[in-house]
T-cell receptor, first 115, second 111 residues
Framework: DSGVTQTPKHLITATGQRVTLRCSPR?????VYWYQQSLDQGLQFLIQ???????AKGNILERFSAQQFPDLHSELNLSSLELGDSALYFC??????????????FGEGSRLTVL | SQQGEEDPQALSIQEGENATMNCSYK?????LQWYRQNSGRGLVHLIL?????REKHSGRLRVTLDTSKKSSSLLITASRAADTASYFC???????????FGTGTRLQVTL
């Protein structure tokens, strides 16, 4: 158990809908990262927050947004969903910044299926 | 875009054999990490090697880093069926702090 909790584990929805994925980092971790894993795209970095502030941005679509709250949990909002958004969405956390403190701890992911 | 590219994409070996996976990356890095992912599960950190290190060991794992060639290798010795998984390298490029993952090597260890 990594200590990172993601909900929901599975989500099935229709095109055009909006969903929210939630992540609780390990106790004491200030950084939260979101990644998208699909069969044809590998593991894509979406966005990183550090202590409530956006730190780095990757290949995140404008239809997607995220935030980190004062209690350090994070939410990833996906709107106007398309079939291609079907993927496994991972949250990871680290004590500090990856380059300084090292490893990321991953949750078990939220599997999103868009029909 | 992917910073790291693993090679081979897939590897099938028998239990007891050694498995070697390679990772190439494009830009200067702070550190390089290797992760393991069992099918459909979260990634698990295996080992981290910093840019000023050349080799590191952890149990049956041996990682090398050649910054001049921008490449790394992961060696798993005396492999077991339980080592069956996908293995990813991840780099933390200078000056950014995000971790960028490679495309992964799928390792199959058969009895």
């Amino acid at each position: 158990d990594s200590g990172v909790t993601q909900t929901p584990k599975h989500l099935i929805t229709a095109t055009g809908q909006r969903v929210t994925l939630r992540c609780s980092p390990r106790s004491g971790d200030l950084s939260v990262y979101w990644y998208q894993q699909s069969l044809d795209q590998g593991l894509q970095f979406l966005i990183q927050y550090y202590n409530g502030e956006e730190r780095a941005k990757g290949n995140i679509l404008e239809r997607f947004s995220a935030q980190q709250f004062p209690d350090l949990h994070s939410e990833l909002n996906l709107s106007s969903l398309e079939l291609g958004d079907s993927a496994l969405y991972f949250c990871a956390s680290s004590e500090g910044l990856a380059g300084v403190t090292g490893e990321l701890f991953f949750g078990e992911g939220s599997r999103l299926t868009v029909l | 875009s992917q910073q790291g590219e693993e090679d081979p994409q897939a590897l099938s070996i028998q239990e007891g054999e050694n498995a070697t996976m390679n990772c190439s990356y494009k830009t200067s890095i702070n550190n390089l990490q290797w992760y393991r992912q069992n099918s459909g599960r979260g990634l698990v950190h295996l080992i981290l090697i910093r840019s000023n290190e050349r080799e590191k060991h952890s149990g049956r794992l041996r990682v090398t880093l050649d910054t001049s060639k921008k490449s790394s290798s992961l060696l798993i010795t005396a492999s077991r069926a339980a080592d069956t998984a996908s293995y990813f390298c991840a780099t933390d490029a200078v000056p950014a702090s995000k971790l960028t993952f490679g495309t992964g090597t799928r390792l199959q260890v058969t009895l």
